[in-house]
């Protein structure tokens, strides 16, 4: 089987080709040309851009045992309806996907769906607790990639040392939700204006930046391999800076919705925009941005994260945190590129290049010769409603669903093969 997409704008992580054909055969790239070679089928592309399959490092499938939200199939085609083609699921399930078995359904279940690669992000501790370490090569020998107790914080700093000492015999790494909770307490939103005018009860950046610090210290001592997941504070990003600049093995990504809104979004109550990390001041939306286009911050990772409708229509402090994203990865952070905040070439190193790096993923993050066939073909100024006929989730935890969206995935292939098209 052989296709051709013919005079697309390639995008990669350094450069773009104007008016060019990618010639896919089975599964990988053949050539990458500026010639019309033979194909099975010949798509014209004119005026698109394809850019490599999206790699997101941070979402929730909530399968097993949460299905009512979300599950593997459903958030398949949630993630190739917004390009992305691998996907990391975090481990909060239930049961925890604390065991090999665990990891093994997982993915034997998104190979039955075909639609993306899915590596499984193991637990740290068993059943989450934050206390005794998990089988983590056990896990590892059955398909999970990194491991996080996202959605908790390990608060013994004992056991994350150990964790990253173990991990690093494995040439894996941790992926740290940093958060104390003690000083988070019971904070619904950021603790600034917001929270004064609103009476909910604020969690302060140095929740975040404070276990920032100590994971970042503990990998210095291990020398061994942290990430920080969903960074939201100016302060967590200075960390990282010199982090970084003493050389300390640490990488790094920020959600879309906190560089897209900030705590002013909370002031009409709505639900959809309680997320934890909460959404921080105007100057962190900055920050993020600026972090984003230097390479401080290495990947956008969506933390897409499913609720059912009855978890979030309740009092604002009842309501669960977390918001879906994988469909409005593309909009939002083309919304940058358009500000000229970002370049393709940005979004491409953001959401790819730089992720397949960190996952040791060679065969894909480039359209290139050689590479596997996961292509996203993107038509940027279609404006759409974002609604129960786009959303491919079960769940609609979005404060985007029913507005106009512009960009989106026209195509989707993983594999050589179309997996989502419109």
Not at 86 to 104: F, G
Not at 111 to 127: N, R, S
Not at 167 to 192: C, M, Y
Request: proline share 4%; glycine share 8%; aromatic share 6%.
């Amino acid at each position: 089987m052989s296709l051709l997409l013919k005079n697309l704008k390639i995008v990669n992580h350094d450069k773009i080709l104007e008016n060019t054909n990618i010639l896919i055969e089975k599964s990988h790239i053949k050539a990458v040309t500026g010639e019309s070679p033979e194909a099975k089928e010949i798509i014209d592309l004119s005026g698109f851009y394809a850019v490599p399959g999206l790699i997101d490092m941070h979402v929730h499938f909530r399968d097993p045992g949460l299905e009512y939200k979300e599950d593997i199939f459903s958030g398949s085609k949630a993630a190739v309806a917004g390009g992305v083609t691998t996907c990391l699921p975090m481990a909060n399930t239930k049961p925890v996907n604390d065991n090999s078995a665990i990891t093994k359904y997982m993915i034997d279940k998104s190979k039955q769906c075909g639609l993306i690669d899915l590596y499984p992000v193991g637990a740290i501790t068993k059943g989450m607790k934050g206390e005794e370490l998990t089988e983590m090569g056990d896990m590892l020998e059955a398909g999970a990639i990194a491991f996080s107790d996202d959605g908790l914080p390990v608060m013994n700093s004992e056991v994350m040392r150990r964790a990253l000492e173990y991990i690093k015999t494995f040439d894996s790494f941790i992926i740290s939700h940093s958060e104390d909770k003690h000083l988070a307490g019971k904070g619904v939103i950021h603790d600034g204006k917001v929270a004064t005018i609103t009476g909910l009860k604020g969690i302060p950046a140095e929740a975040e930046e404070i276990m920032i610090i100590r994971d970042i210290l503990l990998a210095k001592l291990t020398k061994s391999r942290i990430h920080i997941a969903h960074v939201s504070t100016r302060g967590s990003l200075k960390l990282i800076k010199w982090a970084k600049e003493e050389g300390i093995n640490v990488t790094c990504e920020a959600a879309p919705h906190h560089f897209t809104f900030d705590e002013n979004s909370l002031l009409e109550y709505n639900t959809n925009y309680k997320m934890n990390p909460p959404l921080r001041e105007p100057e962190d939306v900055k920050a993020i941005i600026d972090g984003l286009k230097s390479g401080l911050i290495d990947t956008i990772a969506t933390d897409h994260a499913p609720h059912h409708i009855d978890e979030k229509f309740v009092e604002f402090d009842l309501a669960a945190f977390g918001i879906t994203g994988l469909q409005t990865l593309i909009p939002l952070t083309l919304k940058l590129v358009k500000e000229n905040k970002l370049t393709w070439q940005d979004f491409v190193r953001l959401t790819s290049y730089t992720p397949s790096k960190i996952l040791n993923l060679s065969d894909r993050g480039e359209i290139k010769e050689g590479k596997l066939a996961d292509i996203t073909i993107i038509d940027p100024v279609y404006t759409y409603i974002f609604d129960e006929k786009t959303n491919k989730s079960k769940s609609v935890n979005n404060p985007l669903f029913g507005k106009e969206l512009t960009g989106i995935a026209k195509l989707t292939i993983k594999n050589g093969k179309i997996v989502h098209k419109i």
